[in-house]
């Protein structure tokens, strides 16, 4: 009896592949013969989920969109679902807790940061690419934007506040530390991302 394969799976399981090997190597070195390799799959069997390599490209960023969403939405949902009766210490630790997500902090997320930098620094010259990443950039405001106007319908942030101004300003300050941090590890530790993280959300909660 033939071996039934979930496509979904298979796709997915491909798509890990590229990150392997892109993390490893460098995305430049993702070519289909090396991600078949690392998948234990003949460049044929690739070639059957994947029309060429900017499809299995576009997938893989996506993939990877995917799993840093998930993460992310499940300490939004917690901070903001409706029923929510936390105070205001409380909400100000877990909404630290969910913007943290979005820095490199451990070994997991530093390197979804340097694969992510990798593949929106390919969508400058691949224009496959660029939804995913305007994509991602629109769904982080969303999401800062969301917070914030909870923050301030709870007290925690000034009324006279431009939300829509701080947001973007929250998304740079983010980006920009995970941009360092990746590059720079060493002078970008943890403990320093947190603190200038929790000294721009006190500069937040002060504002006139």
């Not at 989920?49 to 949902?77: N, V």
């Not at 994509?135 to 909870?150: G, I």
Request: net charge neutral; hydrophobic share 45%.
């Amino acid at each position: 009896m033939p071996k039934i394969v979930d496509p979904v799976a298979r796709r997915r399981a491909v798509a890990q592949a590229v990150l392997t090997v892109a993390a490893r190597h460098g995305l430049e070195h993702a070519s289909l013969r090396n991600v078949a390799e690392e998948a234990g799959l003949a460049i044929g069997s690739v070639r059957h989920y994947f029309a060429d390599h900017d499809e299995l490209m576009t997938f893989t960023m996506t993939e990877l969109s995917r799993r840093i969403d998930e993460r992310i939405r499940t300490h939004a949902e917690r901070l903001l679902a409706p029923d929510s009766r936390a105070d205001r210490a409380d909400r100000r630790a877990g909404t630290e807790g969910l913007l943290a997500e979005f820095l490199p902090l451990d070994e997991v997320r530093r390197q979804e940061s340097a694969l992510w930098l990798a593949f929106t620094s390919a969508a400058l010259t691949r224009p496959e690419l660029r939804p995913c990443a305007a994509e991602m950039q629109a769904n982080l405001h969303t999401l800062l934007t969301r917070v914030l106007h909870e923050a301030q319908r709870a007290g925690g942030l000034p009324g006279s506040a431009d939300v829509e101004l701080e947001s973007t300003r929250l998304a740079a300050v983010l980006d920009g530390l995970t941009l360092q941090a990746t590059l720079l590890p060493d002078h970008y530790p943890p403990k320093l991302l947190r603190q200038v993280l929790r000294r721009h959300l006190d500069a937040l909660t002060t504002a006139n």
